[in-house]
């Protein structure tokens, strides 16, 4: 079995009333309708018993080996959650007016950073829902463990890939600190303050290391040098 707190890949496929609704695997993904471009897709990285799956993939996790593969079938409060007739909560159309936003069924909305759905527009008043989309129902994964991520240098590179999935960071280690070098748009990426903060957290609390440095490299281009006249 693998340790508690060890980085793990798993790949995984997750089901819905018989239906793909998530996977990692992009092929896959584009066969069954559900491709997102948005979505890197590969194998995830994640900590054993850390919570960053569901909870009942993650109790499924601390009893399995590298390279085993199970499917199980995870209840409402394993998964998602139950429903709660609290989260249908009525908002103001005036609510609506001010975010310039006309209020259609089924469009997404996000008030003080909780996303819900609109399931009815009345005359002054919508009713939004924000329980998950798959709150109150049954799933079943099919997910396997490919692979443990034992080498520090690797580790910090897939904790910032978990907040900058499309960054490849290059990562050096000297003593106590961890240098993360980034690419020079890097500083126009929304929010990238906010991400280096949980990144940095996230290598402190699970490495153990004392600092963590942030570098912006600015590159000379190969079309400059040729400008230039340099070889």
Do not use: C, W
């Amino acid at each position: 079995m693998v340790e508690k707190g060890k980085m793990v890949k798993v790949s995984y496929d997750g089901y819905v009333d018989g239906k793909l609704f998530d996977t990692t695997d992009e092929e896959k993904a584009k066969k069954e309708g559900i491709y997102n471009e948005n979505m890197v897709y590969g194998p995830v990285a994640i900590f054993v018993g850390a919570g960053q799956i569901l909870p009942g993939l993650d109790e499924v996790l601390e009893e399995m080996g590298v390279g085993e593969e199970r499917e199980v079938t995870l209840p409402p409060e394993k998964a998602f959650g139950q429903r709660r007739p609290d989260l249908l909560k009525i908002v103001p159309m005036s609510e609506f007016k001010k975010r310039g936003i006309k209020p259609i069924v089924g469009l997404p909305i996000t008030i003080d950073g909780v996303t819900g759905r609109i399931v009815s527009v009345n005359s002054g008043r919508v009713l939004v829902d924000f329980n998950h989309p798959l709150a109150g129902k049954e799933v079943k994964y099919r997910i396997k463990i490919e692979e443990v991520v034992e080498d520090p240098v690797q580790i910090v590179k897939e904790i910032v890939k978990l907040s900058l999935p499309r960054i490849e960071p290059e990562v050096k280690i000297e003593g106590e600190s961890v240098i993360i070098e980034l690419p020079e748009f890097a500083p126009y990426i929304p929010d990238i303050q906010v991400k280096k903060m949980v990144i940095a957290n996230e290598i402190i609390k699970r490495l153990g290391y004392k600092e963590v440095k942030f570098i912006e490299t600015f590159k000379k281009k190969e079309e400059d040098s040729k400008d230039n006249g340099e070889e």
